[in-house]
């Protein structure tokens, strides 16, 4: 199971936005990110970088898996699993009861 951001949404959303807001006034969208990060105590430019561009991907401005494309992808993936194990219970079973049938019995 994925860990939860130690950061909150909203300062992930306001962190995007304020990249956004600040860029011009910075040589390069790196330098941009890194006082931001520096601002509102993110550990590190990366992680702020990573939020901008899946924001970008999320607005259709870059091309990836957006997050609900993730999490879509997430769920099916999830109840594949699901779905297999209940095969294999189900295909046992008949093994089983076909294993069952075919014992000559005796009645008393």
Do not use: C
Request: proline share 4%.
């Amino acid at each position: 199971m994925a860990r939860s951001s130690q950061y909150p949404l909203e300062l992930r959303r306001r962190a995007v936005r304020m990249v956004a807001e600040v860029r011009p006034e910075y040589d390069t969208e790196w330098a941009a990110m890194k006082a931001v990060a520096q601002k509102l105590g993110i550990g590190t430019t990366e992680t702020l970088r990573k939020w901008v561009r899946q924001d970008q991907i999320d607005a259709g401005t870059r091309p990836g898996t957006t997050t609900e494309e993730s999490a879509e992808l997430k769920r099916l993936k999830k109840e594949n699993a699901e779905l297999k194990r209940a095969n294999e219970i189900l295909k046992a079973a008949a093994s089983f009861f076909a294993a069952e049938l075919d014992r000559p019995h005796t009645r008393s």
